[in-house]
């Protein structure tokens, strides 16, 4: 399905009705994702809440822009991430600490070249046997962008292509970033199963 | 996944890769073929050579294996009703 991300509004404006039955029919049914979504990049259920309610005034607001027939989950998702970032990132409840590692970790690894060598010596078998939360506690560990690449594409199964125009960089990008999460993950979850003796050889 | 360029780097009897020289690549392409968004081209190479390199045949279960917790094991929370009727409410639908 195509996704269409302007927000220049539509050549035709809706009526009011026609406005109330599209949030409705395309938009309400997307609530539970975009609440997991708003979830897991807050780590906070009050976060997610308020995170969600302003995406979906929003949403009602620029309705006009959203072109029937395209991907309302795509375009929603798009508008609850740049929420998070303008809004609810700025607030966070561990500032700097979080931010420098993350930029850190983003900018030095020459994200939009190659993808890096990296092997991590951890056992299909060993994550076979987590259990859920240990899974989501790693992921919940990682930096939010690395965070959002694996959100969007293994939880909720969005294509590059729809990854690319919700985040607004390049296919590349989006296949690097995911690259560099996963690996990233894999070290979270292999320094977790070493601290559980899970691994053991 | 690379055909091996001599013999020597063949597994002593059973004809398997025990380690892979272009492993980066590898990866790239099994990322890409767990996504559902390998070219035609990266699928025939992984269909011809998965069967032969032991490190990429193991990054590809754990890999594989990852995604899968990643979107099953994983609690889905529904959304709170007192957010859906919020939002309701706000935009004057009930």
Redesign the interface.
């Known amino acids: 399905m195509s996704v269409s991300m302007s927000e220049s509004p539509a050549k035709e404006e809706y009526t009011d009705d026609q406005r109330?039955e599209v949030?409705?029919r395309e938009f309400?049914p997307q609530?539970?994702s975009?609440?997991?979504f708003a979830?897991r990049l807050t780590n906070d259920?009050d976060d997610a809440?308020d995170l969600?309610?302003d995406t979906?005034?929003k949403a009602?607001r620029f309705i006009s822009s959203f072109e029937q027939g395209t991907n309302a989950k795509a375009w929603l998702f798009r508008i609850l991430k740049n929420s998070f970032i303008n809004d609810y990132r700025k607030k966070s409840k561990e500032p700097s600490k979080v931010d420098y590692q993350e930029v850190e970790t983003t900018y030095n690894s020459d994200e939009s070249g190659?993808?890096?060598?990296?092997?991590v010596d951890?056992?299909?078998d060993t994550?076979?046997d987590?259990?859920?939360?240990e899974?989501?506690n790693a992921?919940n560990s990682l930096p939010v962008d690395f965070r959002t690449v694996?959100i969007l594409?293994?939880?909720e199964?969005f294509?590059?292509e729809e990854m690319a125009k919700i985040l607004d960089i390049p296919i590349g990008t989006v296949?690097s970033r995911?690259?560099r999460a996963?690996n990233l993950?894999?070290e979270k979850?292999k320094n977790y199963a070493s601290s559980m003796g899970y691994d053991a050889r | 996944m690379e055909v091996p360029s001599n013999t020597s780097e063949l597994g002593s009897k059973d004809g398997m890769k025990h380690t892979c020289e272009n492993?980066?690549e590898c990866?790239?392409m099994i990322?890409?073929i767990l996504?559902?968004?390998a070219s035609e081209e990266e699928k025939e190479h992984f269909r011809q050579n998965i069967d032969v390199c032991i490190?990429c045949i193991?990054?590809y279960?754990?890999?594989?294996?990852?995604?899968e917790?990643?979107?099953n094991?994983?609690?889905?929370?529904?959304?709170?009703e007192n957010?859906?009727n919020?939002?309701k409410v706000?935009?004057q639908?009930l």
């Open positions: 109330y949030f409705n309400m609530i539970n975009m609440y997991n979830f259920e809440q969600v309610q979906y005034m009602f190659e993808f890096q060598q990296h092997t951890l056992r299909a994550v076979q987590m259990i859920g939360d899974v989501a992921l694996i594409c293994d939880i199964g294509t590059y296949r995911l690259h996963r993950l894999k979850l | 492993h980066t990866m790239k990322q890409a996504d559902g968004e490190p193991k990054q279960h754990l890999e594989k294996c990852i995604k917790s990643l979107s094991k994983i609690e889905r929370k529904p959304c709170p957010l859906v919020a939002i706000k935009l639908l």
